[in-house]
C-alpha cells in the first residue's frame, strides 16, 4: 500500500518547504528554494522547477527570465517530510550571479576568508537586463 505524502507533508508558518535542488549527474548540489503546496505540485505536473520567493512575495519557474531550466528526474521527502530534494538536469547556470551552482564559495579558514571554486557560465548582466 502506498502513502500519500503529499497529505502528510509539513509545511512550515508561512506554507513552505526547503527545497535542495541537486544535480542528477554529478549530485552538485546546485541551489535551495522555497515552494508551497501550488509550486511543489506544479512542479510534479510540469517537470520543470516552480517555487516560492520568499524576498518577492510572487510565484516563479526557474528559468523563466534566464532559460536556464531544470527538468525534474527525481523528487525525494526526508525523514520528517518537512524538505524536499529534487533532483534534476540543469539547463546553463543555477545561480542568478553566473554560476553554475549558488555554493560557489568554500570557506578557506577560520578568520572567514572564502576560496571562489565555482567558474562562471554565464554573465548575469546578459540575462538579467532592467
Known sequence: MSENILDSLKFDAHGLLPAVIQ?????????VGYMNKDSLLATIK?????????????YWIK????????????????C?????????KQKGGACHVGYRSCFYRK????????????????NPEDIYKK
Open 23 to 31: 544535480d542528477h549527474d554529478s549530485l552538485d548540489v546546485l541551489m
Open 107 to 122: 570557506l578557506k579558514n577560520e578568520q572567514g576568508e572564502v576560496e571562489i571554486t565555482g567558474t562562471k557560465v554565464f
Open 63 to 78: 528559468g523563466e527570465s534566464s532559460g536556464h531550466t531544470q527538468e525534474v528526474v527525481d523528487i525525494y521527502f526526508d
Open 80 to 88: 520528517d517530510i518537512d524538505t524536499v530534494l529534487i533532483k534534476v
Open 46 to 58: 510540469t517537470g520543470k522547477t516552480n517555487f516560492w520567493s520568499r524576498s518577492r512575495k510572487k
